[in-house]
């Protein structure tokens, strides 16, 4: 499990940051987007993908615990 | 000379490169880069944050620097022990010119050297004793003093002290808060990760100390992170934030005093200047306290309006009014000074190499004096601070990670600048072959550089340094050598 950040970004997108290896990335798609669903498969500019448990929207800025995908629970 | 194309710049890497074995060729090269503005990751094109391997000349720091040169060191209230022997603490006293405020010696500390002065027996028997005399002796010398913070130097990691001990012992007694700070030069591969070490330490030992603690607060408190008064800057950009209408709480940490640092998770928003050494705990705010944060730029007019701007809009209509009343009453100012330096200077190629945030937030200022920066590169940077400066740098100019000094000096000697701006280690090399220096890394004992006042100063310094004749008429030491000998031969 890598501990992971999300938080909305100034352009109005969502950027992603590993703290462990200071990576920042934007996210191009997220899997689920709506209030009460939240998560899912991220796509990463980079190239790279995480999963994370879909969940309730969640505030602005905030840590997850995320999988590197393909990967599903 | 004229700018390179990609393939010449691509060329010149090569060619500067051949001198050294395979191997360090290949490890270098991934450090180098030319810059392409299409790249949106900057892991495409350059490494960064990676081991400088022995045998070369890096001009890079210790994570003790990064945490008690950078972070700690400004805040004037509170004590820095660096502890473990005398040299760490001696040799960069005072260097970096954070102004402050205050009584030295009473009141504020800044500019002192407190440290433990280990001796053989402290390294065999441990230094903890040490250590906890020492704090006594501190609050019997200098009873004013708000708090501590032991800044391991690398012995203390080596044999294995327990300085968060003694620490916690010593607060229980002083009633201050006693920080242990983990910042052993050998950790990591640069200041950078004594900063991370630093912020985190500020996280766990100061930031919520005053959580639910009455605070009279409103609207427009913001803070001033990551900006080190180097030369009385924060006090410039203070000076402009005032007048926008704003309320700033605290200095992050240049003038800055352990109480600010603790009513920080008060404010509505931080403003974060140098993203490299404090971006950790602006984060940490985001996600605590809900504290967007905002990185800006206070290096030239240009930067200077566009930042303004976007902090202004965070905020209600009466703060952008007067936001654009600032721009306007400073406008006039700014032209005068384009005015007259910009024919001085217009076409003049500057390369850079500092560290933090200064290779990429300079730039605009020297656009606005119509000169070009042709090269940059970071000592310390992550790959996150080159996605920023690829934007900012202009196409197939030159980046370069954690440069030696051989490739430095090469660089300069085929790309030929008007002017380098880099560190004082630096300095007399380049100025010996002709090419004016001025020192970035402490705005060369002036400043201060940012807001609009520190612009003004900006662009004086920066003819001072170019218009000086003295570096036409200098022929290097090497080049003499062989001037004698052709005198001899004839």
């Not at chain 1, 993908?49 to 929207?57: C, E, F, T, W």
């Not at chain 2, 983990?182 to 070490?197: M, N, P, T």
């Not at chain 2, 000094?405 to 701006?421: I, Q």
Request: hydrophobic content about 35%; some cysteine; aromatic content about 10%.
């Amino acid at each position: 499990m890598a501990n992971i950040m999300i938080r909305q970004a100034e352009s109005g997108g969502l950027t992603f940051y590993l703290p462990k290896r200071d990576l920042e990335a934007s996210i191009e798609s997220i899997e689920f987007d709506t209030p009460e669903k939240w998560g899912g498969e991220l796509k990463l500019d980079n190239g790279g993908s995480y999963y994370i448990d879909p969940i309730a929207k969640p505030p602005p800025s905030a840590h997850f615990p995320a999988r590197q995908a393909p990967w599903r629970g | 000379m004229t700018t390179l194309s990609r393939e010449e710049t691509d060329a010149l890497i090569a060619e500067v490169l051949e001198v050294y074995p395979e191997k360090a060729q290949k490890d270098r090269k991934k450090h180098l880069a030319v810059n392409d503005q299409t790249i949106e990751q900057s892991k495409k094109c350059i490494t960064s944050n990676r081991k400088s391997l022995p045998g070369v000349m890096t001009i890079r720091g210790c994570a003790y620097a990064g945490s008690k040169g950078v972070v700690w060191g400004p805040i004037k209230d509170m004590i820095h022990i660096s502890h473990g022997p005398v040299g760490c603490g001696q040799y960069s006293r005072a260097g970096r010119r954070n102004y402050y405020v205050g009584t030295t010696g009473v009141d504020s500390f800044g500019t002192m050297n407190f440290t433990s002065d280990f001796q053989e027996k402290d390294i065999v028997f441990g230094g903890d004793k040490k250590l906890a005399k020492l704090i006594e002796e501190i609050e019997q010398l200098f009873p004013l003093h708000r708090g501590i913070s032991v800044q391991s130097e690398c012995p203390i990691g080596l044999i294995g002290d327990d300085i968060e001990s003694v620490s916690k012992k010593a607060a229980a007694v002083i009633e201050k808060p006693v920080v242990p700070v983990r910042c052993e030069g050998f950790r990591g591969v640069s200041q950078s990760l004594g900063h991370h070490i630093a912020n985190d330490a500020i996280r766990d030992w100061v930031l919520d100390k005053r959580d639910g603690a009455a605070y009279e607060g409103t609207p427009y408190d913001v803070a001033i992170i990551g900006d080190y008064n180097i030369g009385g800057d924060a006090w410039a950009t203070r000076i402009l934030l005032e007048e926008m209408g704003l309320r700033v709480v605290a200095q992050w940490s240049g003038d800055g005093t352990l109480a600010e640092m603790m009513n920080t998770p008060k404010v509505k928003l931080n403003l974060l200047h140098c993203y490299r050494s404090m971006n950790y705990i602006s984060r940490h705010m985001e996600e605590k306290y809900g504290i967007p944060y905002l990185e800006y730029n206070f290096f030239g007019p240009t930067k200077i309006i566009e930042s303004l701007r976007k902090i202004a809009a965070f905020f209600d209509d009466s703060i952008k009014e007067k936001t654009e009343a600032v721009i306007a009453r400073y406008q006039p100012m700014m032209d005068e000074i384009i005015a007259k330096y910009k024919p001085r200077l217009q076409g003049k190629k500057v390369m850079l190499y500092v560290g933090g945030l200064r290779p990429r937030h300079v730039i605009g200022a020297y656009e606005d004096l119509g000169m070009e920066v042709i090269g940059t590169g970071y000592e310390f940077a992550h790959n996150d601070d080159y996605d920023r400066t690829i934007k900012e740098m202009g196409d197939a100019t030159l980046l370069y990670d954690d440069v030696t000094g051989f490739e430095l000096e090469e660089f300069v000697k085929r790309l030929k600048p008007d002017m380098v701006g880099s560190g004082i280690k630096e300095k007399y090399i380049f100025q010996k072959m002709g090419i004016p220096l001025r020192q970035m890394h402490s705005w060369d004992y002036s400043g201060p550089y940012h807001g609009y006042d520190g612009f003004a100063i900006f662009a004086r310094d920066m003819d001072i340094a170019l218009s000086n004749p003295t570096f036409k008429n200098l022929t290097p030491p090497w080049k003499k050598v062989v001037e004698d000998e052709a005198k001899k031969a004839a």
